[in-house]
């Protein structure tokens, strides 16, 4: 018999919008995202939310409350929201999707409801991974509240939560319907978090847009606490998740079939050292430490001029990143070792399947992928960021002994 041969395609679109004061009642993105003169209203929505935003902004719930009550027309919450813990927590406790998944299938959401995600990248990611997986996947609004996930995490298309000891080893390809980028909660941010996005807008500088990485050079100090100015934040946010939006529509990939994933660049030592380190390090941090290795080891195998090295280093250590952490070499000379950072190298052609491919820097704004790596020459690359972490903690040494 013949075979038959299945051939569609599916369009997708979705808004990422930036605000304040999301849910003010007279703020009107919410209800905007959800209403559809098409579809019976009011829309059934379940909030999920990260307990580490909320120790901030303690009156959340009763504003989304209030908001749902003052727009009774357009949406409904079936449930009081879900709190549940921010950060890495959020991706490693297979209960709380279970609990999501039961809170939904209580509440009757069906495909035509609402989940609402408010919190950093992790919860973004464990809310976005639960709503993907019910009924095959109900419908998803983002709402950010972490630099990171503002301009990178949150306005993508993927989810994912832990599992066996594996970052991101369950997860879907699931675009959100909406993504409300709401900026005041930036605000209240620890420095570590504020800081820690702005490694992803230094990738993608880097690997896309010349310009961009000037930009955050020029405003180095004014991104960087104390000062976190806001307004070159807004810049460095919207910009950042403009590339990335523009990467996942134009690269021909958006569900990463292929074995290329550009946007991975530094990430390969990225997730390796946040599991090393026990997700002290934040993902940000960590990419901050993969994107100044990868520079290096681009620099030392003859891709990326000294001055270039120079600038991002430079502009990482303006914005108070530190680009050594102890786990980066200690087990460098037994590529087998299960702690061996090289190990990320498996991981991450694991992860993807495929033939291994990395993505380096041939000069600031253009990057080159390679297939194979020089093991030698990422050992000097991890020695070039011990001396300069080392130097630079003798100098704050001495400027604090004077
Ligand atoms: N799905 C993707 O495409 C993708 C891409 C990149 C990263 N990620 C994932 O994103 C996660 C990292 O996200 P992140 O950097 O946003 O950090 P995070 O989600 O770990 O949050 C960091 C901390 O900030 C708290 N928090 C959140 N919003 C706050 C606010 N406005 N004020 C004060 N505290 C607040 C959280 O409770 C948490 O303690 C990682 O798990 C990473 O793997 C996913
Ligand atoms: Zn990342």
Redesign the pocket.
Known sequence: MQSIHQDFSVEFSYDVHFTTGLFQPKNKLLTDAVADPEEPMPKKMVAVL????LA?HEDLPDQIETYAKAHDDTLTLAASPIVVP???AA?NDPDLVNHIHQVIYETRLDRHAYVLAV?????L?LAGYAAGTAHRGIRLIRVP??V??QN??GV?V???INAFDT??FLGTFEPPDAVLNDLS??R???DR?WR??ISEAIKVGLLKDADFFNYLCDHASALAPPTRDLEAMTHVVYRCAELHLDHIATSGDPFEKGSSRPLDFGHWAAHKLEELTDYTL???EAVAIGIALDCAYSHLTGHLSSEALDRILDLTAALGFDLYVPEMDAHLDTPDHPDCLFQGLDSFREHLGGELTIMLLNAIGEGIEVHSVDRDRYRDAVALLRRQHAERVEQDLSETAS
Do not use: P, Q
């Open positions: 990260d307990k580490g935003l901030h921010g950060g890495e991706k919190g950093g990248g992790a919860v990611d509240t972490t990171l996930s990178d995490s993508g993927k989810n994912g970052k991101n909660f930036l209240t941010l620890d978090d820690a996005g934040r993902h940000g």
